[in-house]
């Protein structure tokens, strides 16, 4: 039983790892294009609402390190992220989802990634 929770650890950490690339790319994209439509400065509030993004997808680079404290880190920074939002700009958007749909899902898997592989190292209870 260990040996397949060890497996399906791997196979978890794999596949958020690969996810992690394309988001990467996909974001730095983002930052190095600038906006076309742009006609001013960005607002300081603005860069640091896109700071904390940055700092959640740093955290999941983190995550192929130290998984569990990576993947904690990205749900916190975007959860923070949301509050911020909320204080400085008001209402909160139902399009914020879909940067949670792109980062959740990896930094989930690196944390179960972690955990299965935590309990694969512990001895079996026999009793």
Known sequence: MPEKRFRSATIMRWIARIWTIPVLVF???????PDPYATEPVPLDDLFLLGLW???VLALLSA???????????ILILAVREVVWVVLKGPWLV?????????????????????????????????
């Open 27 to 33: 974001v730095s994209l983002r930052i190095i294009m």
């Open 95 to 127: 399009n914020f989802l879909l940067v949670w749909l792109i980062l959740v899902p990896p930094a989930a898997l690196f944390i179960a990634a972690a955990t299965l592989e935590k309990r694969s190292k512990q001895p079996a209870d026999l009793g």
């Open 64 to 74: 192929w390190k130290w998984e569990l404290i990576g993947g904690a880190a990205v």
């Open 54 to 56: 940055l700092a959640a």
